[in-house]
């Protein structure tokens, strides 16, 4: 249904009805006088049950109790008002009989002058206008809100009841029926607008009672229908029956209200929920204080009370003020304020008031005096709380406080010279003249610079000062963090405590020049300042230690990388060396005892030709020269593999064919070598033949017995100025990144060495492995030709 | 390579010994004194005392080693034959290796020996090159270039009963230990032998199969065996 009714012409339309019935009837109210009689059938006998006091009945001298006899000339009975709604409207001459009297009086009921009775109708019309417009604005700004769309409605609705309470008090063409309906249709959307405002709270509570509300509604549609329709008369009971719905709408907005004020205190609901409590507060603590104080207290209403029923306004306004804003200041400090505010109203009126009393001005005690005095004071207050700011933002506009909005500006450029890395002293120095203060004094204490402390101006020279303020420091850093103004008898004018994760600082300002005292509104300045210069304290200590450490990481960095580079020289000599230790013991085994062995070996086998055929002296000779066989053999391997003598006499590309021919005899491997760019007779310097070959020879072998395949490819070519080395096999493979891992650790050194070795003459090393995905070994070595 | 006794020259074939190592060229020096037929002029140690010796003497054929202290034998030789275009040259290796057979060759030796060849052997060679021939042991001829080409691999390298009649019962232990498999000083431990009979034997077997690698002795070996 709601959907339905959410078109922007819908919304016009309604307010342009309710424009028009509230302007129709309100003009219509001021031609009709009001009578305000309740009558009540008694034995036939319409007796007065209510009279309004402020009816022209009352004035008329109708009581309660008194009998109606005619009404316009004819009988009470047959008054189609009467019988409708047991009311005395509509009506200009009154047949009545006091009571305990027998003789019947005439009234003729006049209007009152228009001035007066606007006056009086204007208050509920204006409410009802507040209603309706506050929730048509609402709906205008935040048409997306569904919560603003139900207020509107519900706004309307309670507008419009507003609206025709005067017609409906005259009993004007069908004011009456409207305004029952339009009672009894506002609280079904005021539980509906507050099932889900401010948060969705869709409870078992407020469905019982949206439903109770419903059906109390259409029993009083129906009532009312009946009643117009004279079917039936029980006008009082359809009064009834449409208030039990604002009841229960009342009823339902406090439960709702006590759910949200016991939210946790960060939820919005409650801030929004206090707001709206203030709202009602505001709305309708005056119109009870007016209506309802006077009843209890039999004091006399005050005339005209209805004025106070514009606070109501306060209530819509409220909920506008929550949904079109999205943040909302604090609840609580709002009722602060208003309660300071009114107390202070009231101590301040009840000064005065007593004062009047004592000089006599007051005949005697009178409450609507003193009422009058609060509310005044209280209007006051206000009053001179605006105006003050009107003139000081005047003033403020002539640039009348131009020193103090300097004094800012001087804070602000301190702050943005501060972030300059000065000199601190320096800095100290241009803060206090530029601030026209006498001194300044900093205590940082912190756990790994220890005490630190900076004087300027007057507390640079005076010991004695420094020491009191450090006292005073020391005395207060645990107990108070705020900062304050210091007392006249203090050196220092106004003192900022900090305390921060590591340090506790105390900065004390000394006091004007000009020997003002500091206001407090410049603390404020002063707490920024102090903040900036601890900060800056503290950021040029850490730089400075930062800066000592960078220094010492340098040095030592300079230091381990000359000792990385001597390291590397180490490492190069080293296997330099072992290389040298190699090729010499090959050569000594080969000019050496592989010589002597190889001649004992030729001998042998003269002796054999030339000794008698002795078989036993053969059989001696045979094992000698098997012996001296596997003497050479022995020998030459042990050559061979400390340094193969072919590389030295052959170079790389014959060494590199025997290697692996040697591995595939000894080894189930097949090798194919493909050699591109060079021959067998072309020779490289002796380094670069050695760590290649070392290269081959490493490859080869690891793959051999490690990578599970039998399958090796080995390249040699030559490019115009390097060597390109490659072993590859299709194998399970490692991971290249272990090869740094293993240099640490000093396992699988050879490929290790290797790359040290390829790498001191300028080379590279490439490994190309991974898990399950072969293995290949690429060696780049530059060659001078 | 063959040599007769009618053909024996008449004259005595001068030798010249170049030998870094001195005591091997004494013995070299001492071994040819028991053939009458040749005689050692000399022996130098240097590439420099062999141009000063050549200054007052021709010898017929140089025994040359591989590797000299200065300089190395195939450089020295090219020089010798500058100077003395009908010197013979036959080099000595210490190693049975191809580079070193290759090498000698394609540098115009006449002859190369192992240093631990007989005098027998070694006689052979002085009048076999002194004659005008070639002496080569080992023979370049048995490093004739094998490419290995993994696309075309057979196995059984040669027909399964082939392989069987080829090898001798102590050859068939040693191919039992190679399916192992286990290396030569692995399977000279097992057989009792020294590792270099192992290797010999390991290098009998692939000679018998006509390859040259382990590999493809062990895998056409699978066949045999199966």
Known sequence: ???????????????????????????????????????????????????????????????????????????AINNRFVKKWGEAERASTI?????????????????????????????????????????????????????????????????????????????????????????????????????????????????????IACITFLTTLALITLTSLNIITVASFTKKA?????????????????????????????????????????????????????????????????????FISAVPISLYYIIVNKYLPDSRRLFLSIII??????????????????????????????????????????????????????????????????????????????ASPLAEEQRLEEIIKNLNIDGIFIILENEKLGCIKKAAGRFKDNPKEREELENFFRHKQKLDLEAKMLPDDCPAGIYVPFISSDATCGVFFGRHLSR??????????????????????????????????????????????????????????????????????????????????????????????????????????????????????????????????????LGLVSALQWLCQKVMTEELALISVQIQGLSSQTRFAEEVEITAYRFFEEGIINSVRHSRSHFQTVFLTMNENKLELTVSDSGRGFDPNQLENWLITGSHFGLAEIKERIESLGGELQVISGINRGTTLKAFIPISK | MHWDNSMEPEKQIQVLIVDSNRPFAEGTKALLSFEPRISAIGIVEDEYSCFNI??????????????????????????????????????L????????????????????????????????????????????????????????????????????????KLLTPEEKEIMRLLTKPLSNNEIAASLGITPRAAEHQVQIILLKFGIRTRLEALLSWFFVEK
């Open chain 1, 1 to 75: 249904m709601l959907e339905k009714l959410n078109k922007p012409c819908i919304y016009y339309i309604t307010s342009i009805v309710f424009i028009v019935l509230g302007l129709g009837y309100f003009f219509a109210c001021l031609t009709q006088p009001y009578i305000g009689l309740l009558l009540k059938n008694t034995n036939d006998k319409w007796i007065v049950v209510t009279s309004d006091p402020y009816g022209e009945g009352y004035r008329s001298g109708i009581r309660v109790g008194d009998e109606i006899l005619k009404i316009n000339g004819e009988d």
């Open chain 1, 95 to 211: 047949e009545f009989r006091k009571q305990g009297e027998f003789k019947s009086q005439t009234v003729i009921i006049t209007p009152q002058p228009i001035p007066l009775s606007l006056f009086r109708e204007l208050p509920s019309l204006i409410l009802g206008f507040v209603f309706w417009f506050v929730g048509f604005i609402t709906w205008y700004k935040r048409s997306f809100l569904e919560q603003a769309r139900i207020l509107f409605w519900m706004n309307w609705l309670i507008g419009l009841a507003f609206v025709l309470s005067h017609a409906s008090s005259r009993c004007l063409f069908l004011s009456r029926e409207l305004e029952y309906i339009s009672i009894s249709l506002a609280p079904i959307f005021l539980i509906l607008f507050l099932s889900i405002f401010p948060v969705v709270n869709n409870n078992r509570f407020n469905k019982f009672a949206f439903i």
């Open chain 1, 242 to 310: 449409s208030l039990v719905n604002v009841i229960i709408g009342i009823i339902t907005m406090l439960f709702n209200l006590g759910l949200l004020i016991r939210q946790p205190k960060h939820h919005p609901g409650r801030n929004e929920a206090g707001i709206f409590l203030l709202g009602m507060g505001i709305g309708f603590f005056p119109f009870a204080l007016l209506s309802a104080v006077p009843i209890i207290f039999n004091f006399d209403q005050f005339l005209y009370s209805q004025v106070s029923s514009l």
């Open chain 1, 341 to 418: 505010n009114i107390s202070a109203a009231i101590i301040l009126s009840t000064v005065a008031f007593v004062v009047i009393y004592f000089l006599k001005i007051l005949p005697g005690y009178i409450f609507e005096v003193y009422f009058v005095l609060v509310v005044f004071t209280l209007l006051f207050t206000y009053c001179f709380y605006f105006i003050r700011k009107v003139i000081i933002r005047l003033l403020e506009k002539r640039s009348y406080f131009q020193s103090e909005r300097s004094f800012e500006q001087k804070v602000a450029s301190i702050n943005r010279n501060l």
């Open chain 1, 516 to 649: 003002i005292k500091f206001e407090q509104s410049e603390l404020p300045f002063f707490t920024l300042l102090a903040g900036q210069l601890e900060y800056q304290i503290i950021m040029s200590l850490v730089i400075g230690e930062l800066t000592k450490e960078i220094d010492l990481l340098n040095k030592s960095s300079r230091r381990s990388q000359r000792r990385k580079m001597e390291l590397q020289g180490v490492i190069n000599g080293l296997f330099q060396k072992i290389e040298r230790e190699r090729k010499r013991l090959s050569e000594n085994i080969c000019s050496g005892p592989l010589q002597w062995s190889m001649d004992l070996s030729r001998w042998l086998k003269y002796l054999k030709t030339i000794s008698p055929v002795d078989e036993k002296t053969q059989k001696v000779i045979a094992y000698l020269q098997e012996r001296a066989e596997d003497l050479n053999y022995e020998l030459n391997t042990l050559a061979n593999k400390v340094g193969p003598p072919i590389l030295t006499h």
């Open chain 2, 54 to 91: 050549l200054k007052d003497s021709s010898p017929d054929v140089v025994l040359l080693d591989f590797y000299l202290k200065d300089t190395s034998g195939l450089d020295l030789m090219a020089k010798l034959k500058k100077v003395q275009p009908t010197i013979k040259v036959i080099m």
């Open chain 2, 93 to 164: 290796i210490e190693q049975n290796q191809e580079g070193y057979v290759l090498a000698a060759n394609r540098q115009g030796a006449e002859g190369l020996l192992l240093k631990t060849c007989s005098l027998d052997e070694m006689t052979k060679a002085i009048f076999s090159v002194a004659k005008g021939g070639v002496y080569f042991s080992p023979s370049p001829s048995a490093f004739s270039p094998i490419e290995i080409d993994f696309n075309d691999l057979h196995f059984p390298v040669k027909p399964v009963a082939v392989l069987n």
